[in-house]
């Protein structure tokens, strides 16, 4: 199971708006878990290229060079990176972020709740702290 | 003693005595019982004969009555040449006959049909109303009669009509012998065709002969001849001797009728005694009398009546015998056995005086039955002195019985000759003179001791004793006023029918009618007051004076005396219609004039109205003497005779009426003019009169007799004709007659000419006839076909013709002229002229003056002229007068043509194209010849300066402003233009409307709309109008308004994506801070910090919501919205709902009620939208709600439905605002003016997802400050 594979890897985060990269960063941290980021679906992409590959990905939508959904072709087109789970958190609801994206294991609107968000990660991903 | 001193030679008497007694009273009881049975049976006998000569009488009378009524019938038709159907019903019908003559079966008219006349006779009476009229039985005999009418006309009389009673022998022999003898003839026994009921009666008839032309023809052939037909009657006996004998209820006669002269079984007519009485075989008396009904012996056997018998039988001839025999023999015996002869002889005596005093007795009771009998009856001793008066002699002369005892008969029986008024010798002494029975006495007059005079009949018979010894003599007399009266209507109405047969005007008539009357029925004088209608009096028309010395000066007195309406006895019987009478003149109150010295102004009067259909055309009047008053009967005999004279009256007047008419006619047909032609209903010509004879080129020799269609009528119409005559012949339709026809006619010298014709049909005697009045028009025609040609010019003229006279009358004027003037046709004919124009009185006398001077010159005069409609209204001609002269006439024609509308167009059209701002063109347009081709325009632009300055155009030298109009335009608008009219001409569209460009001569281009209209006028040929106008302005507007229309849709699409957008851009910054304020609360402990994070956290929360508000309705109006229905609670759904709004609704202090049912049926739904739908509604109460209000959230299960309403008691929603709650942004002015938080799209919101949940939301308010309620209603699965 990939599950098992990832578990102990670090949360990457993908998303345009700094200030909640950052504060969503900081506070899964502190929930101990270990965080990357990236500032859209390239760097993102690039990330996964150049480290190890997360245990899960919170992934926007919406964002500047390659967004959410392209990024996702790109990952799914590359078998290695296929199968790491992908949260999408964005500013449509989720009837908006089903429609066009392919096997999310959740779909969260901004402004996310909180509990539920460490409630998802919790699941696919093992705190290092 | 003197009898005790010897005893013995009476010892042997009594026997003998007894003997005697015996022999003797059976001797005294013969005697008295044959003298009374002698004298009972004279009594009776004398009784019966009197019956028997009454009932003769009135037989006698009666028929007598009948035949005189018939020969006023005769009368009738010998005055006028010709009876009708309805004139004869009216006759009839005015004499009463079934109240008057009781037992009449009715008064009819057989006719003598010549044997070609039956077709038409038959076609006549169908005219007149006898529908199915026929002459039966159909034998074929020379000679044949068939009853044309029989009145009244009830079901029996009815079955009768048509048939020729001259084919059965009985009739035919009472007909012949009347119409040779030209008397009343009665017919033999019979049984009468109304005889339609199974009670059939054997019947008679008695027919009066009618001839042809005046009185009776003297010879038999001559009246063979002559024979018109008959009146006649048929009679049922039994129903006429009911009638006539109905009123007696005890008859002492029975009768029995027989015609013939002996009495035949076979021959009965009819007999007295009712059927179902028993035959009274042994009647005492019996008689049988010969008797005369109009020429035909009749035998009449008279029996006593079985209660005359009875009466007869009660009498005193057996008591007599019966008790004077049983007396005899007890005196015999009594006497017998008496010892004592003296006793006995004595007893004897006393029985003889018994029996002598019984016989008094029956003498008595003789007398008893001589005072009950009907007639008068007076005994006299020898001496002619009265010993006997009984009751009726009482009533009659005056005497009492006691009074008249002992009197002289004379005395007590005063007898006059009825005419001579001489005293005459009473039956009593001519019988004691001479000692034999008298018979009846006539014309004598019982003058009373009153005075009452009473005509009787009288007769005597001496009374003698066994030894024929004169002991006295027996009157007896009776009453014959009755037969008198009946008498004397009887001669009275026979000369009056015989006056009437005879005469044929009423002037004629009228003196003997007087005279027969006044002399019949006693009168001093009689008149016939005429009534002058001009001059609405009556005026002496007819007198007759008994005493012919008197006649020459009461003559010449009445002559001058008329009576005023209501004047006088004649002036109120003409007033009334009625008989007046009065006992005596002298006390009317309008004083009767008399000349000086005579007493004729006193007396009986009565006057009798002549005339009967509504019309008084005079009064009889008659005088008698005070004492001759005339009675019922008499008036009731006047007033019938009265009805007769004056339908005869009537007759006559209309027939002089109708000779002066025919004296006319054949004036007129010799003179006439027109060709006058009288055809039979053969078509034969009858009359051909000189006119005739000229146009036709006939003689009236050789004309007459031929047929009218082969004679005149061109072969081709022959036909035509005989189907028409014989189908009025038939139906009686002549679509024909009565109407002016024109039709080609033949002269003899086989050329035709066009003639003109008018037919009548004259109904005569037996068959219609034809009169045609027929006129050579040729002449006419031709001009009249060449005035019509001209007429028909003139009228289909547009221009207004009228022609007047040198005076200016109109005298002609033409549809037109009528048209343009507003008269009816013809009205103006006969005006003057003047009447037409408008001028003022003063100019237009001077204008016309003018004008006719003008016209005298130079013989016509052209201009214009102010006309005066009818109406008033005023309008121009353009006249054209010319003098004509006609003859020595000078005529004025006037052509005139109303100019105002076209001169009202011009100034119109043009007015328009200065001020309307249009451009009008008009053209003739040609197909091409060849396809592809162009088609060709002629187009004319309407008034090219006012289009120059509509459309300034650059014109090229030479160039016209209509192919400057065409060339101007855009190549591409050109093509348009074309393309368009070679689309309307080939689909044959009337008109189309078409945009194009033109280019002005200062550079602009301008936009011009053009309807255009078609008309084609030929195969490959319109006429096309268009009217042009400016529509620059329009399409700039046009344009503007497109381009704004589309920025607005531009805009609106960047607000939807704008909307799209901010859910996305807003939220990110949200997340940002929502995380930040996570944080920020788990790092600090400080008290302040946490209450501004939880100020921070709430604000952060309403704004998310707004911001997924904005969302779904950005996409609920793109309709990228799906709602995800899953099976759901309602009550978690309020119940979250309760809570997002709760810190809201806590915040503002409100108080919230829920009331949930116990039960929740399952719903199906989103949740978070429905938590949405509530919340927001819940929110919006709370926000519009003053804090501390009351808001209640309740749910109701309905049967298809769940019900959730949230009502508050807050601001509330002004009417005018319902209907707009949910509309997006919309929000309450008042929230507004508060600058209350709130997007307005709350309830857009709520509305979307309900119904997209297949909901329905509504809004309900009582008003502002009155609270608001929300329901929603969500369908259940």
């Known amino acids: 199971m990939f599950t098992e594979t990832y578990l102990d890897r670090c949360v990457l985060i993908v998303d345009d708006h700094a200030d909640l990269r950052e504060t969503l960063a900081e506070i899964l941290e502190e929930e101990g878990y270990t965080t990357a980021q990236a500032a859209n679906g390239q760097e993102a992409f690039d990330y996964l290229q150049a480290n190890p590959l997360p245990s899960l990905i919170l992934l926007d939508l919406m964002m500047p060079i390659m967004d959410g959904w392209e990024f996702r072709k790109h990952q799914c087109r590359e078998p290695a990176l296929a199968e790491i789970p992908v949260v999408v958190v964005s500013g449509a609801d989720e009837q908006e972020q089903r429609a066009g994206f392919r096997e999310a294991v959740a779909y969260l609107t901004k402004p996310v709740d909180l509990s539920a968000l460490i409630d998802t990660v919790s699941r696919y991903c093992r705190q290092t702290r | 003693m003197a009898e005790r001193g010897a005893p013995t030679p009476l010892n042997r008497r009594p026997r003998l005595l007894a003997w005697v007694v015996l022999l003797s009273a059976l001797t005294f009881t013969g005697l008295a019982t044959w003298s009374t049975a002698r004298a009972v049976q004279a009594r009776e006998r004398l009784r019966f004969q009197n019956s028997v000569r009454r009932t003769e009488d009135i037989l006698r009378n009666r028929l007598d009555v009948y035949v005189n009524l018939l020969r006023g019938g005769a009368a009738y038709f010998t005055a006028s040449d010709e009876v009708s159907r309805a004139e004869f019903g009216t006759y009839v019908r005015r004499l009463e006959v079934t109240r008057r003559y009781p037992g009449i079966q009715g008064i009819g008219f057989s006719a003598r049909v010549e044997p070609d006349a039956a077709g038409p006779l038959t076609r006549r009476m169908r005219r007149e109303g006898a529908a199915g009229f026929r002459i039966w039985p159909d034998v074929a005999q020379p000679e044949r009669h068939a009853i044309l009418y029989l009145e009244p006309l009830d079901r029996r009389n009815q079955a009768a009509i048509g048939y020729d009673m001259f084919s059965e022998p009985t009739r035919r022999a009472a007909m012949e012998r009347a119409r040779d003898t030209g008397a009343a003839a009665a017919s033999g026994k019979v049984t009468l065709v109304q005889e339609i009921d199974a009670d059939k009666q054997p019947g008679f008839l008695i027919y009066v002969p009618v001839y042809r032309g005046r009185g009776i023809p003297t010879t038999v052939a001559g009246r063979r001849a002559a024979l018109h037909g008959f009146v006649y009657s048929p009679f049922r006996a039994a129903d006429l001797f009911r009638g006539i004998f109905g009123s007696e209820q005890k008859p002492r006669v029975d009768f029995r009728i027989y015609d013939g002269s002996e009495p035949r079984t076979e021959n009965l007519l009819h007999t007295s005694q009712p059927a179902q009485v028993a035959v009274h075989n042994s009647s005492l008396f019996s008689a049988t009398e010969r008797l005369q009904v109009a020429g035909r012996p009749w035998t009449v056997h008279y029996t006593s009546s079985a209660s ?250 009445h002559r001058h005396i008329t009576f005023q309406w209501e004047e006088g006895l004649p002036g109120r019987a003409w007033a009334g219609k009625t008989p007046v009478r009065v006992p005596d003149v002298a006390h009317e109150p309008v004083s009767y004039p008399a000349p000086d010295g005579q007493a004729w102004s006193a007396g009986a009067g009565i006057a009798i109205p002549l005339g009967l259909s509504g019309e008084v055309i005079g009064v009889l009047e008659f005088r008698g003497l005070p004492e001759q008053a005339p009675d019922d009967a008499t ?43 009288t055809i039979d209903a ?29 004679l005149i009528i061109p072969n081709r119409l022959r036909e035509r004709h005989e189907q028409g005559l014989s189908r009025y012949l038939a139906t009686g339709v002549g679509p024909a007659l009565g109407r002016l026809l024109e039709f080609p ?44 040609l001209q007429a028909r010019v003139l009228e289909s003229m547009a221009e207004g013709v009228s022609v007047a ?73 353009h006249s054209r007068i010319t003098a004509l002269d006609v003859g020595d006439q000078r005529l004025l024609v006037c052509v005139q043509e109303d100019v105002t509308e076209r001169k009202r167009t011009e100034e119109s059209l043009h007015y328009l194209m200065d001020h309307a701002q249009c451009l009008l063109w008009h053209a003739f347009v040609e197909a091409p010849t060849a396809p592809g081709e162009p088609y060709r325009w002629d187009l004319q632009i309407f008034d090219e300066q006012a289009a120059q300055r509509f459309l300034p155009l650059d014109l090229l030298p030479g160039e016209s402003y209509a192919e400057a109009f065409y060339r101007n335009k855009p190549p591409e608008d050109r093509q348009l233009v074309d393309r368009n009219a070679r689309a309307a001409f080939e689909s044959g569209s009337s008109s189309y409307i078409q945009e194009y460009r033109c280019l002005r001569r200062d550079g602009e281009v301008c936009w011009l709309s053009e309807v255009t209209h078609l008309e084609r006028i030929a195969p490959d040929r319109w006429r096309s109008v268009g009217v042009c106008t400016d529509i620059t302005l329009r399409k700039r507007l046009e344009e503007a308004l497109r381009q704004r229309a589309e920025d607005l849709t531009i805009a609106d699409r960047q607000k939807d994506e704008f909307l799209a957008m901010l859910g996305h851009e ?133 049967p298809t439905e769940i019900e959730v309403r949230v009502r508050d008691s807050g601001l509330g929603i002004p009417p005018e605002q319902l209907p707009k709650v949910f509309d997006l942004f919309m929000q309450s002015e008042r929230t507004l003016r508060r600058a209350d938080t709130g997007l307005g799209i709350g309830l857009a919101l709520v509305r979307g997802l309900v119904e997209m949940h297949g909901g329905a939301v509504s809004a309900h308010s009582g008003g502002p400050g009155q609270g608001s309620e929300f329901i929603v209603r969500l369908p259940r699965p």
């Open chain 2, 805 to 877: 006279d040198a005076n200016g009358m109109i005298l002609y004027t033409n549809a037109a002229e009528d048209a343009i003037f507003g008269y009816a046709e013809g009205e103006l004919i006969g005006c003057h002229v003047g009447i037409l124009n408008a001028y003022p009185p003063e100019e237009n006398q001077r204008i016309i003056g003018e004008v006719l001077d003008h016209l005298r010159v130079y013989g016509a005069w052209s201009g214009e002229w102010r006309n005066r409609r009818k109406d008033g209204g005023i309008f121009t001609t």
């Open chain 2, 308 to 557: 005359f018998d009875a009466a007869a039988a009660s009498s005193v001839v057996p008591v007599t015998l019966t008790s004077g025999v049983v007396i005899s023999l007890l005196l015999f015996v009594v006497t017998r056995s008496q010892v004592q002869a003296r006793e006995r002889a004595e007893q004897g005596a006393l029985v003889l005086q018994r029996s002598e005093a019984e016989a008094r007795e029956q003498r008595e009771q003789w007398r008893i039955t001589l005072a009950s009998i009907g007639d008068a009856v007076i005994a006299t001793d020898p001496e002619g002195k009265v010993t006997f008066v009984n009751a009726v002699a009482e009533a009659y002369t005056g005497w009492s019985a006691s009074e008249a005892q002992g009197k002289p008969v004379q005395e007590v029986f005063f007898a006059l000759h009825a005419e001579t008024r001489q005293r005459v010798t009473s039956p009593v002494e001519e019988i004691l003179a001479r000692g034999g029975v008298v018979g009846l006495g006539n014309h004598t007059v019982l003058v009373g001791r009153d005075g009452r005079e009473r005509p009787i009949e009288d007769s005597g018979a001496p009374v003698r004793d066994d030894a024929g010894v004169l002991k006295g003599v027996v009157l007896a007399f009776r009453d014959v006023s009755e037969r008198t009266r009946l008498e004397r209507r009887r001669t009275l109405e026979h000369r009056v029918a015989q006056v009437l047969s005879e005469a044929r005007t009423w002037e004629e008539t009228a003196p003997g009618v007087l005279r027969a009357i006044g002399e019949e029925l006693g009168f001093l004088w009689a008149i016939f007051w005429q009534v002058e209608p001009e001059a609405r009096v009556l005026r002496y028309g007819e007198g007759w004076y008994r005493r012919a010395s008197d006649t020459e000066e009461l003559e010449a007195h």
């Open chain 2, 682 to 710: 053969e078509g034969r010509i009858i009359e051909w009169n000189p006119a005739a004879e000229r146009t036709f080129g006939y003689p009236r020799e050789e004309a007459v007799g031929q047929r009218l269609s082969s």
């Open chain 2, 1066 to 1198: 807003l939220r990110s910054p949200l997340g940002a801070m929502v995380n930040a304020l996570h944080l920020l609360r788990r790092r600090s402990e400080e008290p302040a910090v946490l209450r501004s994070a939880a100020v921070l956290e709430r604000q952060l929360a309403l704004v998310t919501r707004l911001v997924g508000d904005l969302q779904v309705v950005s996409r609920l109006k793109t309709g990228s919205f799906q709602v995800e229905k899953r099976p759901l609670d309602l009550t978690e759904v309020l119940n979250q709902a309760v809570e997002t709004s709760r810190p809201l609704i806590e915040e503002r202090r409100h108080q919230l009620t829920v009331a949930l049912p116990p039960e929740m049926p399952p719903l199906c739904g989103d949740f978070t939208r429905l938590v949405q739908v509530f919340s927001n509604l819940l929110n919006n109460a709370a926000k519009y709600t003053e804090p501390g209000g009351r808001i209640q959230l309740e749910a109701i299960c309905q």
């Open chain 2, 745 to 788: 006619a033949l002269r003899a010298d086989g050329s035709e000419f066009a003639a003109e014709i008018s037919i009548v049909a004259i109904q005569g005697t037996n068959s219609p006839c034809f009169t045609a009045f027929l006129r050579d028009i040729t002449a006419r025609k031709q001009a009249e076909e060449t005035l019509q």
């Open chain 2, 635 to 677: 008036t009731d005999l006047l007033v019938s005779l009265g009805n007769q004279l004056g339908l005869f009256a009537e007759r006559s007047r209309a027939e002089e009426a109708r000779r002066a008419t025919e004296a006319l006619k054949a004036a007129i047909i010799h003179t006439a003019i027109d060709c006058i032609i």
